[in-house]
């Protein structure tokens, strides 16, 4: 026969007795807690509300807190601490309603229970006979603030840095206020950490369950704000100042600054992106999952507690703490022991020691039910707090639910790295966008370069943000890296004119945004690197080298991680890399100099890593769908109309000059077929530049600018001059096209 549990003996620490107790204490509390509303009742409520008159709710709440101490195992009820603060605060209550009474009412039982009652009194007239009137209250007044900093959490030297600093326009003081019961506390940068984060949990606290941290639960307040942030633009009051300082204008060599063309530019509003889809997440399947960790790993002789799970967009992270003793190399060689014990989804576990920032070791696994990363979340994000970028980049959500924004100005540049299929591209376009919702065309240029015939970037087209229609010819590459560098060089002449040392400084120095950003963007360089490797790689390292000072940066891609793609020339000069899933651990060292790539997700799941993070971050992506991308590029084409868009004309003679050079275009004697119907437009019109050839004849934009040359050539039209549009210099086509026909006779 199976022998029979013995049961529990029944003492003063069982089970059975704290539950009794606990009840009692509750009944006890909610009696006196709902005494000066009922006080008229009974005797009972009519005594209670004599000797603690309305102070008798907060004692109430102490015993009721008390209670669940007994009654709940939650950790959020076991907090001393806030219990000494509870009756510190009730004690206070008492002391200060009976503070206000005269010495009648003070005689007077009615006057009691609507005061601190017979206790208040008693309190009142111990501290008054001692300290007088003027310190009593003052005395009260510090325990107050003792009491709030203990059932709070927030530091004393908290309160007393919010005493003294006044609150600034938009500043946001953090404190524990919604932590009034938790175990958790709130630091300076809003974010949560366990309370005592050494590396052995005593003894007592091992049967403790695992807090839960919720994905989005820090993002709250954002959902909150239901009116959207505005982005402020230049005026035309402010972007054109009325003189420039003598000092700034002595120079005879100097430019003369482009001035800002869109003054009254509007960003796209953040109704165009589409809504996030949120998961409900099931607690009791994560700590099911802690369990099953901290059996495996007792089984394999490592005792583990995990204490805390973070519930990311896509992954669970484990916080274990360990004794003193074990090696993280045994809990890292158990990467796929784990994976087997979880019946992990895409058997993917990754081992993080430690955690930075704590003493515990990390283990992340697949989320089953995943809540990916929306653009629109992102925006509002980074539209509450826009100032602080240059160039901001939307990355993410980190494995707590985080924003993560980067500022590409001090990155300075970025590398994109995965394999097929893993979210480049949406990484890509999302970083596009988020460029494109928060900064003006004056503000920042694109150069893109898309080998896939533009499949991924002709969308961009038309946009007033490009310098130059999305180039798809790899042979034309080389050339636009070139006219970047030259670029680049004049951009330091005129910083070193002006005696300034970056492109902020200069346009602070100018009063209005005179010298925009340019961003390249390489959509895949193992195609680039293939055509012509070692003149791209020279160019892209000097760029890399010289460009963060003249707002010059590269966002570089590529599908294949491999030396000769990512050589170790360009890896030196671009600190930041975004890591997407790859096969195997050597890919993984070539992005990151570290492996941890070969165990992501996928669909966006990265490391990021730059030279401000030792360690690489696990960030979920953001997901910019197609329809995102297309309603954020058609709100920017409907602010301007053809004529607005201007491209750079330099540019694109540095790309046809380029390749006629080796062979792709036309020689220079031969003069394009349509240089006649070009040449009526121009005269008619009074008007000539490539962009405005290229709207009327409806061509191509490298043929409109070769035509330009030759109209130029011909003299029929001015050099050109800054912004400004070329002049006219002829007023009919016969003398030009008289004057070839007797050059022609003539040489005949």
Known sequence: MPRRKKKEPITIKSSEIKILVGIA???????????????????????????????????????????????????????????????????????????????????????????????????????????GNLLEIIIVLVFLVIAFSLITGTTLEQILEFVETPIKDGEKKKFSFSNLFGGFKIDSDGERNIDGTQMNIPNSDMDKEPEIRMYGEDNKKDEEIDQEPQIKTPSQDDVFPESIPDSQTSTKDLAEPQRPRFTNWIFPNIDVLQEGEVQKQDEKLYRAKATVIETTLKNFGIPAKVVEIAVGPTVLRFSLAITVGIKVSRIKN??????????????????????????????EIPNPTPNYVYTRDMIKKLRQEAEKYELPLILGKDITGKTTIRDLNKIPHLLVAGATGTGKSV???????????????????FIMIDPKMGVEMAAYNGIPHLLNPVITDMELVVNALQWTIDEMMRRYRQLKQMHVKKLTEYNKALGYTAMPYIVVVIDEMADLMLTS?????????????????????LILATQRPTVNVITGLIKANVPGRMAFAVATAMDSRVILD?????????????????????KSIRIQGTYTSTEDSENVINAVKDQVTEEDIEYSEDLAQAIEKGSSATGVGKGT?????????????????????????????????????????ELYDAGAIGPQDGSKPRQVLVSSASQILKTDDNSDGFDE
């Open 533 to 553: 490797g070692v003149d791209v790689e020279a160019k892209i390292q000097r760029l890399a080298q010289m460009g963060r000072a003249v707002g010059v940066h």
């Open 669 to 709: 004697s031969e003069r394009d077929p349509d240089f006649p119907i070009a040449l009526e437009i121009v005269i008619n019109n009074q008007k000539a530049s490539s962009s405005f050839l290229q709207r009327k004849m409806k061509i191509g934009y490298n043929k409109a600018a070769r035509i330009i040359d």
């Open 25 to 131: 204490l509750f009944l006890l509390g909610l009696t006196i807690g709902l005494s000066p509303f009922i006080h008229q009742q009974s005797a009972l409520f009519d005594t209670i509300t004599l000797q603690l008159g309305y102070s008798a709710i907060s004692w109430g709440i102490l015993l009721i807190y008390i209670s669940f101490f007994l009654l709940t195992k939650s950790k959020r009820f076991k907090s001393v601490r806030q219990v000494g603060g509870l009756l510190l605060f009730s004690a206070c209550l008492s002391t200060l309603l009976s503070f206000w009474q005269t010495a009648d009412q003070l005689n007077s039982s009615d006057a009691l229970r609507g005061a601190g009652g017979e206790l208040g009194k008693m309190f009142h007239l111990a501290l008054n006979s001692t300290f």
């Open 594 to 614: 570290d492996t941890g790539a070969e165990t992501l997700l996928g669909n966006g799941d990265m490391l990021f890593k730059d030279q401000s993070t030792p």
């Open 334 to 363: 158990l990467s796929n022991d784990l994976a087997l014990a979880l019946a992990s989804q895409s058997s993917c576990v990754r081992v993080e020691a430690p955690i930075p920032g704590t003493s515990f070791v990390g283990v």
């Open 427 to 445: 990484a890509i376009n999302s970083l596009i966008t988020g460029l494109l919702m928060t900064k003006t065309p004056d503000e920042v240029k």
